[in-house]
């Protein structure tokens, strides 16, 4: 059973806390899947046989983690890209991992599913009929995002004959006033029942007609203006980089270099275009086997997560839920529900069994630690922050070195680093040159080797070097800056 819980945690808990949208709740999550699958493939070692998924589930998903690591470990922004490398491959796991589930664990995890979808609904309730909250975002961070998991969490309500459940997730959905939901919900009726329940499809048809003429109306309206800008920014980022893209999770840190793309200077997490993010993300390679294998999954009649999979895909269009990690874990859980259970597997002999379990416990050694020193790192430079608001600098010196230690890529360090020794500064005269100041200018050239794409460091860094006198170097920031930042 260690197996179809992990699946559960993902795709069940996961959307509960908040989406796993923090990185302590990835975290979280990350150390329980690991230990998990170590468990597992100790006991599978010790029975001597291990299951596999076919051969050409294991070549798409070798080929996509093999990209996707590419991707992430040939990023101009590595310390954003690689914890969301480990995302974007928990999802990915579930693909392989549902060849070795049997229909009764997958039926298990539906149920448990379940759970979470009445938990998301009773939240999204209470939030409104007795926090008097318009538009409930439930357990999530926004209503859009609310209304992206219901397009999972209702067929597969539906398929379990929870009616009830159904109607209240149908009901939520309107308070979240969605129309990228209900275009992706009547979508994928449209498309996905045509020959099952023709009265269903043209029904969704007739919706999406209404949901063409609402966002036709807004076109003229910042919301769509914004977006327009985002997707030329996202397609501009691919087109520069098309092979491997900046890696998974970047799109908000390399965007400053695309500003001029934004309409408005108005900047943004995400691209609301899932596909157009990933080509940027990614690559193009990365984006033609994903979306490949995707389709198959989407295709044929009569499974409701391959309408959510369908609807979803509508829905993401024109916004970013599939960005958030909890309900991107729910979505390749329906995706990969479309994979047989198989019987394949490797017999592993009594000679290899000893060699098998310590490479199985030393790679998971290895991973629980590099995600370990990813949450203390990150929880050290939260507290750094926090004694530097309360004026203790030293302490948040050794805090700030502490988080260097667990994580040297983390582009957010040097710059509280530089704001430390900035305030430190105060009563030290710039034009001698050394102490606090030279520290300052030192951070502050870390950060732009790690982020190179935010304007604001490179800005602060030539101004810190004028306040020391050093012209020509400040000058020299400033070409550096507008090599990357052209704009």
Request: glycine letters at 8%.
């Amino acid at each position: 059973m260690i197996l179809p819980a992990l699946v559960a945690l993902l795709a069940a808990v996961g959307p509960l806390l908040r989406g796993s949208w923090d990185l302590w709740a990835q975290c979280l999550v990350h150390l329980l899947v690991i230990v998990g699958l170590t468990l597992w493939l100790l006991s599978r070692i010790v029975v001597g046989f291990l299951p596999l998924p076919s051969n050409r589930v294991m070549a798409w998903t070798g080929v996509l983690a093999g990209l996707a690591a590419a991707s992430a470990w040939s990023s101009p922004v590595p310390g954003f890209a690689r914890p969301a490398f480990f995302v974007f491959l928990q999802g990915l796991w579930m693909f392989a991992a549902m060849a070795a589930l049997s229909k009764d664990e997958r039926t298990i995890i539906d149920q448990l599913i379940r759970v979470g979808a009445w938990v998301l609904m009773a939240l999204a309730f209470h939030e409104h009929w007795s926090l008097g909250v318009e538009r409930p975002a439930s357990a999530l961070l926004n209503q859009n995002i609310y209304a992206g998991a219901v397009l999972l969490l209702l067929p597969l309500a539906l398929e379990r004959g929870d009616w009830l459940l159904g109607i209240g997730l149908l009901w939520s959905l309107l308070w979240t006033k969605s129309a990228g939901a209900w275009l992706g919900l009547a979508g994928a009726l449209a498309l996905t029942q045509r020959r099952s329940h023709p009265l269903l499809a043209k029904a969704g048809m007739g919706v999406v007609l209404v949901c063409a003429v609402v966002l036709y109306a807004r076109l003229d309206t910042p919301e769509v203006l914004h977006r327009w800008g985002w997707w030329k920014a996202a397609w501009a980022m691919a087109a520069d980089r098309p092979l491997t893209g900046f890696g998974p999770g970047t799109y908000a840190y390399v965007l400053p270099a695309y500003r001029h793309l934004a309409p408005y200077g108005l900047y943004s997490l995400y691209a609301h275009q899932y596909f157009l993010e990933t080509l940027a993300a990614f690559g193009i390679p990365f984006a033609v086997v994903w979306f490949s294998g995707l389709w198959r999954s989407a295709v044929g009649e009569g499974s409701f997560k391959r309408f959510a999979v369908v609807a979803m895909l509508l829905h993401s269009l024109w916004d970013y839920t599939l960005a958030i990690p909890g309900v991107f874990w729910l979505f390749c859980y329906c995706a990969a529900s479309a994979i047989p259970d198989s019987p394949r597997g490797v017999n592993i002999p009594s000679a290899y069994k000893p060699v098998a379990a310590a490479l199985a416990l030393g790679v998971g050694l290895a991973s629980m630690g590099g995600v370990w020193s990813l949450w203390v790192a990150d929880r050290a430079v939260a507290m750094a922050a926090a004694a530097v608001e309360e004026g203790r600098l030293d302490e948040a010196r050794e805090r700030l070195e502490t988080s260097r230690r667990h994580n040297p890529l983390d582009p957010e360090r040097p710059l509280l680093a530089a704001a430390v020794e900035l305030r430190g500064a105060a009563d030290v005269s710039p034009a001698r040159g050394h102490g606090p100041w030279l520290a300052a200018a030192a951070a502050l050239e870390e950060a732009v080797s790690l982020n190179p794409y935010r304007t604001a460091t490179w800005s602060e860094l030539a101004a810190v070097y004028r306040a020391m006198g050093r012209a020509p170097l400040a000058a020299h920031v400033e070409t550096r800056a507008a090599a990357v930042l052209p704009r």
